[in-house]
């Protein structure tokens, strides 16, 4: 550890292995703590940030507890104490806008010794200049024959390649333009297809979406719907986007998904509930050997998580196309949406891990086609049932606690299909 140095930025493109650089450090630093004498916190940033939302984040990894406290300025000075207390790295990956670090109750000083220091991951270079990190690395992508080597590995040694195939597949690579999460993504869609047609079709159609990609920084959002594109049953193509309803960087139960995926009936419901839940673990198998989740462990459950981009493309199609949600997971939220934002196009809306309360008389959005309304992980303890009045197609409410529902005489109850976990 240099003393001289106390922040440093990652940064490059989106896709080019940044978070996987600073995952590599963080896992140093909790393995030899002993060498290093830095303890190590990671908190994702994500687009839509607060200060309040990024200070609670940086308070849950340090084991404080900020809700019966909204004062910035208090909380900011009891994270700067604690931050303090014993020599720390804080990595705040995926930054995407200027972070006041003293409104945060992030120092950079302590009586001279720089006992806290700071590593951020982000794809802009402006943001590591306004920060004031020392150092500052520009993650590159690979080169061609760095990238064809790690797509090879990823199509996996049942993929026997021709001359002919092999030419066209290394052209395949080269279009994901030395980019990790490309390359791993496309290289997984591809496995054990050995068929010239295919290999040459795919490679014109990839031409066809990366045309006209004025940023480099576009390039790996095109491969990532192709590979999306690849999976051929609808029922996976929903439970993948279904994924995207969860918070950014979030740890998923394998078996919390799969009871979704059998609320919302995309696993057949005539089998019994074992063989629900092992075609349930099958579809999340075929998700992660294309790569489009990852899998991972959280206090020894089996989980899944989406990165970023790839959480980033899903939400895009479900912006653009149909199904169409309305995500605001994990972001700070303390009340919910405004109304216009609730059109009658939704068919799922995620408000998990937010702090609202309350859901008060005189919202009633008229959403026909929502079918899902995941609320949980909030601080709810009322909902005016007035609120689900246009909501005839409700049939999966999570709320994960239990509320007061506030009647209206005029609105009647209907039965949903409830998701407590």
Known sequence: MDDKVWCIGIHGMGGVGKTTLALHIYNRLRQDFGTFGYRPYWVTVSQENTIGKLQNDIAKNLGLNFSNEDDERKRAAKLSQTLTGENRVLILDDVWNKIPLDKVGIPNKVNGRKTCKLILTTRSLDICRWIGCQAKFKVQPLSEEEAWQLFEEKLGQQTDLSPEVRDIAMSVAAKCSGLPLA???????????????????????????????????????????????????????????????????????????????????????????????????????TLLRSYLLESCENDGGRCVKMHDLIREMALKITKEGHPRFMVKAGVGLEDIPAEREWTEDLDKVSLMGNRIEEIPLGRSPRCPRLSTLMLNENRLTKIADSFFEHMHALHVLDLSMRIEILRSCQTPYQTWRISLH
């Not at 496309?186 to 047609?197: A, F, H, K």
């Open 183 to 285: 390359i791993i993504t496309m290289g997984g869609s591809m496995r054990e297809v050995n068929d010239i047609q295919e290999w040459r079709n795919v490679l014109k159609q990839l031409e066809e979406l990366t045309m006209g990609q004025e940023y480099m920084a576009n390039e790996v959002h095109p491969i990532l719907e192709f590979s999306y594109s690849r999976l051929n049953d609808m029922k996976l193509k929903l439970c993948f986007l279904c994924c995207a309803l969860h918070p950014e960087d979030q740890n998923i139960e394998r078996d919390e998904l799969i009871g979704y995926f059998i609320a919302e009936g995309l696993i057949d419901e005539g089998k019994s509930w074992q063989a629900k839940f092992d075609e349930g673990h099958s579809m999340l198998n």
